[in-house]
């Protein structure tokens, strides 16, 4: 994809930019994140004495989404802004760049003030804008976001009563043979584009049949782990086999056609991880997680949304 040099603040090698990043359809849509009732709520009063930042909000806003689409600490990103000139045009800017610590306020006021879900909203209301909306059922899948445990072992207690600077909230939980640590990113997803229309960050140990995101009227692609479970939509979960009460031919034929439908939802989570290289956070309590999350499931849809325009274009 390119070359790689070492990074001032991490033994890993900062990746070039892809050319995605520079498409006029991300760049546009990055852009477009205004929202006019954000500062609302989020600094005690529009001055500096009230907190507020002497930086455009938008700029701050693309800070986090780059920051998320490629995986990176909050030095790592005050640096790699400063560094590459396609960062500098997904933000639009060539004005003074906020440090670190600037994106960390930021982005700690909108987890305060929960404003990050005017932004999700907004994006989602471009895509619809466009076209893209849920018109064949949905797909919902979980996937682990890890965080440090520090030395904490399985039967450790976490919560605010931790003494530990490390992950407060996240938990341990085990999938197959593989103990992983941290939060765990429910998302929903429609079957035609696969864009993600509904997130959820909760601890890694919440089983994803708790957390539904199905809206009244959707039909809802759900795997094993969803069999039996509640949902508002039309569930159309893979079924489970009971101890001693095998599948019969027709539900095993089902779960093969449902096995079908969900397998788009697996490159969301690829790209956040494989391509992001955003699936870890260096965060301490699920409430800065899901801020995060959120982030990544905008870029991934900004990154979903390049892909489909090219493909138009042939």
């Known amino acids: 994809m390119g070359s790689t040099r070492r990074s001032i603040v991490s033994d890993q090698p900062s990746r070039a930019p892809p050319c995605w990043i520079r498409s006029p359809v991300v760049v546009f849509h990055a852009r477009q994140l205004i929202i006019g009732r954000l500062p609302d709520g989020l600094y005690k009063n529009n001055t500096e004495r009230g907190g507020i930042l002497n930086i455009n909000i938008i700029i701050l806003i693309k800070h986090l989404l780059l920051q998320e689409m490629f995986g990176l600490s909050d030095p790592q990103l005050e640096l790699q802004v400063a560094d590459k000139i396609s960062f500098r045009v997904f933000l639009g800017t060539t004005e003074t760049i906020p440090d670190y610590t600037t994106v960390w306020t930021f982005r700690k006021r909108l987890k305060e003030s929960g404003k990050y879900n005017d932004i999700w909203d907004e994006f989602t209301s471009q895509l619809r804008a466009r076209g893209h909306e849920v018109k064949k059922g949905v797909i919902q899948d979980a996937s682990f976001i890890t965080s440090d445990p520090g030395h904490a072992k399985k039967d450790v207690p976490r919560g605010d009563e931790a003494k530990t600077r490390r992950s407060r909230d996240g938990t341990w939980a085990t999938k197959g043979k593989k103990s992983n640590f941290g939060y765990k990113a429910h998302i929903k997803v429609d079957t035609e584009h696969q864009f993600i229309w509904a997130v959820e960050t909760t601890t890694a140990s919440r089983h994803d049949s708790q957390v539904d995101l199905a ?48 397998s788009p939802v697996e490159r969301c989570f690829s790209v956040i991880k494989t391509i992001f290289k955003s699936g870890h956070v260096m965060v301490t309590t699920v409430e800065n997680a899901a801020v995060k999350v959120m982030f990544k499931a905008i870029g991934y849809n900004l990154y979903n949304l390049h892909g489909l325009v090219n493909k138009e274009m042939g």
């Open 215 to 262: 809206e009244v009227g959707e039909v809802l692609y759900g795997d094993k782990a969803y069999s039996g479970a509640k949902t508002k939509g039309y569930d159309a979960s893979i079924k489970r086999a009971a101890r001693g009460h095998p599948l019969g031919i027709y539900d095993i034929l089902r779960n093969e056609r449902i096995s079908k439908k969900r």
